[in-house]
């Protein structure tokens, strides 16, 4: 795979592999993910479903049991159902990795294929492997994810994130982020630097809408911006490095930190805000350059950024 073509690009549909290894029993399926795809399946049963240790005999047997549960037969066939067809996926897939490589120098596309998780991860880096979980993306009314996840949770588990997830992720991966002794700004300003990039990669996906806001918690931010902002800076949460500040404002968790009904994620909105600003006033920044600035004060600093 030479990866400067888009035809190149081969999404791989493990989950039919598997669908049809489970429901039909079929052997050229098991062969397959057992041969082809062996390091795929490796990592399904030893680090996604965490069955145990690799074993050729016992995988079979396993998997079988496993998804012979009747709320992940159903999820197969729901998964069946919702993506029988990926083809303008994998196109948005290799046109931003061919964007990612050229602006990006040594940087790897990894073999992108679609799994069943049995809700686990969402997406999965490992190796030269990124697969995605498509039934982790099966949109926030199914059913069944109202029986296990809050209504916060569904908010990021629509089709329309898969695509920017797999960059998000995959960027994670290759420009990882020391959490030792970091402070909010350093996290926040790391993962507003990744989002601004995955959003120059996709046209047609708004930053907002990576986050799963809404157009009233669009709003809300814009026009709360400058004060969030001097909240954060009256009360010196840039500089804090306590783990559970940083995960109100980072992670998918409902917080009280600063309004009840701002939106969550608000530690990564604001890091984007800032890496936006970063880049209109250093026009000769390359990406790379961009991903690996390591003095996130200084970073700060020569994005001029001032909200008002």
């Known amino acids: 795979m030479s990866g400067n073509e888009e035809n190149d690009f081969m999404l791989i549909r493990y989950d039919r592999l598997l669908t049809e290894y489970i429901q039909f029993n079929s052997l ?18 030893e680090d996604v479903l965490a069955l145990g240790t690799f074993n050729d005999d016992s995988i079979p047997i396993k998997l079988k049991q496993y998804y012979s549960d009747p709320t992940l037969v159903q999820l197969l066939n729901d998964v069946k159902n919702k993506f029988p067809d990926l083809t303008s996926f994998e196109k948005e897939l290799a046109k931003g990795f ?6 990006i120098k040594g940087l790897k596309r ?3 294929y679609t799994q069943i998780s049995a809700l686990n991860e969402s997406i999965i880096v490992m190796d030269s492997l990124l697969g995605v979980s498509l039934d982790k993306y099966m949109g926030q009314d199914y059913p069944l994810y109202q029986r296990y996840y809050y209504d916060y949770q569904t908010g990021l588990m629509n089709p329309e994130q898969m695509l920017s997830d797999v960059f998000v992720f995959y960027l994670i991966s290759e ?3 020391s959490l030792y002794g970091a402070s909010l700004l350093d996290v926040m300003v790391y993962y507003g630097r990744i989002y601004y990039v995955v959003d120059e990669l996709l046209v047609n996906q708004e930053f907002e809408d990576m986050l799963g806001y809404t157009k009233e918690e669009k709003k809300w931010c814009n026009e709360n911006k400058s004060s969030l902002w001097n909240f954060m800076l009256r009360n010196r949460l840039l500089e804090s490095t306590d783990p559970m500040l940083i995960r109100e404002y980072i992670r998918p968790i409902p917080t009280g930190s600063y309004r009840e009904e701002s939106p969550l994620l608000l530690g990564i ?6 890496a936006k600003e970063y880049a209109r006033n250093n026009k000769n920044t390359t990406w790379e350059e961009f991903l690996n600035f390591e003095n996130n004060i200084l970073f700060l600093e020569k994005s001029r950024f001032n909200p008002q």
């Open 110 to 112: 990894p073999r992108v």
């Open 269 to 274: 909105w604001m890091g984007y805000q800032i």
């Open 28 to 45: 050229s399926a098991l062969q397959k993910m057992s041969t082809n795809y062996l390091p795929i399946t490796k990592v399904l049963f």
């Open 98 to 103: 061919d964007k990612l490589e050229k602006n």
């Open 175 to 177: 420009f990882p982020l």
